[in-house]
């Protein structure tokens, strides 16, 4: 907050002046009470998603988006209010704006496809090159004649070395359907149970109203989201409808991608319908923390859930136990032998660990306050990186800012004048220059990539964060952590000289049992460890 103004995305916290922010930063919902907000947002939606029959249940499940969205409008919803009795100005630019000035006609109308005739044939011709493409490993005159035959194998998402493995040998080729392809059927057979969703809407909404303290005394437009859901559920469930109805009916479906609401409609719909969905973990999860959406976002949309390590699919096995959701509870965990991570171990050049160059890896600098985590919003992480990035150049080292590329056009005219490089380039071809990596938080695919590798890691460990214990223990003997916290204000609080004790014992910190069990094969382990 500066001069009765706080900003609520980073172009408006350009606008003030970083300096004037940072010295005067503060936020007016605490994490306790946004957790309290994710927390009854996400258990609500699960104990609404278990009383609902099988094709409701799957339309809900497809429209994960706005859920997640809600708790995202609530907040921004509960910043303006307290801001507005303590007559401080929210400011705001496009960023933000979706969150504070939310176009529920336009929420609405976000699934309401319209396809002309040319569009129809332009999927069908997108469709059959994409055929054309995710089949390589076969013969050119054998997928020009698969992109005219059905496969008994659907993919979603990229079609990576993961699922190459995953596949058996009996499946030569496999297709990616665009959900547009199916939709000519859309409405010949959909008796949408309107009815139906509007009742669970509104009991879910009242719900979430009735247990969030944040929101007492607030004049929220409840029918008007209601409305706004209803819609888009209506035309998903047209949608969800015309696959169902289809004759194409895969056996087998791999699907990554899962936050996009085509590959969700499809997917579960396949396995509805009986084929056998496998999803795949991403982002080098390794199941290090907990993670309150996973349930919602993988495991109910598919019967197999594929992790890159045997400890990884035992964690997220216990993880759905503790959650005693039925309608995942059937859902099973698998582990890949890949031994890609060990790989990429051996082939890194070593050198020798002494520190000069500090790699601090950015935060993307969007308004989203994330429902998993620890302080994973933009106001608190860009408060500890101007401060990591201070204190190490005060202490004479050069420090490289690997800026999230989602934001780097915002966060470089920030940071520039306050680090030594900014770096632009992929994290793996440049992750070599760095002597040592510093991370504001562990929820990041390059904390994943990190691990398999030899260069010093120093993690900044955010009090309260929910780790999984034995993973945790391991990863104190990899990284040198360095404890923080939230203030009264929402300002990123830890000790300088922790920090630079930590740059300085990180070299010591090698131990690569972590990688060796979360990361690897049962029977592989990295160069030089038992």
């Known amino acids: 907050m500066s001069n009765n103004v706080l900003p609520a995305d980073i172009t408006a916290l350009l606008d003030i002046g970083v300096d004037k922010w940072h010295a005067q930063a503060s936020w007016p919902v605490s994490e306790e009470e946004f957790s309290n907000l994710s927390n009854v947002v996400f258990q609500s939606y699960g104990e609404m998603l278990d009383t609902l029959p099988h ?59 319209k396809l002309s005739p040319f ?40 079609f990576d070395s993961d699922k190459r493995e995953y596949l058996s040998s009996d ?13 000519s059927n859309a409405s010949k057979h959909s008796t949408t149970p309107t009815a139906q969703c509007r009742s669970a809407v509104e009991k879910y909404l009242d719900d979430i109203c009735a247990k969030v303290q944040i929101l007492d005394g607030m004049h929220l437009p409840i029918a008007e989201i209601a409305d706004t859901w209803v819609t888009r559920l209506i035309n998903l469930h047209e949608q969800y409808s015309a696959v169902m109805t289809s004759n194409r009916k895969p056996e087998l479906v791999l699907v990554s991608g899962l936050g996009d609401p085509a590959n969700r409609i499809m997917a579960l719909a396949a396995k509805r319908a ?27 949309v598919c019967n197999e859930f594929v992790s890159i ?28 032998k890949t031994d890609q991570y060990q790989r990429k171990f051996s082939q890194i050049e070593r050198g020798e660990h002494s520190i000069k160059n500090v790699m601090l890896m950015g935060f993307p600098m969007h308004p989203q306050r994330y429902v998993y985590g ?51 380039a992929p994290f793996e071809s440049e992750l070599q220059r760095a002597d ?11 904390f994943g990539a990190s691990l398999a590798t030899d260069i010093p890691i120093v993690l900044l460990d955010h009090k309260g964060r929910k780790w999984v214990a034995r993973a945790y223990e391991m990863l104190k003997h ?53």
């Open 309 to 336: 390590s045997q400890p990884a699919a035992d964690f997220h096995t216990h993880q759905l136990k503790q959650s005693s959701w039925k309608f995942c509870s059937q859902t099973t965990f698998s582990a890949l």
């Open 478 to 530: 990899r990284c040198a952590l360095v404890s923080t916290s939230l203030d009264e204000n929402g300002k990123n609080r830890f000790c300088e000289n922790e920090l630079l004790d930590a740059i300085e014992q990180s070299p010591q910190k090698m131990d690569h049992s972590y990688l060796n069990e979360y990361m690897s094969p049962a029977t592989k382990t990295v160069p030089g460890e038992s």
């Open 171 to 183: 499946i030569t080729w496999i297709e990616s359907p665009f959900l547009e392809n199916f939709l």
């Open 119 to 158: 569009d129809k044939v332009r999927f069908r011709i997108r469709e059959a090159i994409r055929k054309f493409r995710f089949n390589r490993h076969l013969p050119v005159w054998q997928r020009c004649l698969a992109v005219f035959k059905k496969s008994k194998c659907w993919s979603f998402g990229v």
């Open 274 to 300: 009986g084929a056998h969905v496998v999803a795949f973990s991403h982002g080098n999860d390794t199941g290090r923390t907990e993670n309150i959406t996973q349930s919602f976002l993988e495991y109910a």
């Open 374 to 424: 620890k302080g994973e919003f933009f106001q608190f992480r860009l408060s500890a990186e101007l401060d990591v990035a201070r204190v190490l150049r005060e202490a004479g080292y050069r420090v490289l800012y690997k800026a999230h590329p989602e934001t780097i056009h915002i966060t470089e005219q920030i940071m520039n004048s306050r680090v030594d490089e900014i770096v632009h």
């Open 436 to 446: 040592c990596l510093v991370f504001t938080y562990p929820l990041t695919t390059t």
């Open 55 to 113: 094709d409701l249940q799957d339309v809900f499940l497809v429209d994960l988006r706005f859920v997640s969205f809600l708790p995202q409008y609530f907040h921004a919803a509960a910043v303006k209010e307290r801001s507005n009795h303590a007559s401080i100005e929210v400011s705001y630019g496009n960023l933000a704006r979706p969150f504070y000035e939310p176009d529920w006609s336009a929420h609405a109308e976000q699934y309401n496809i």
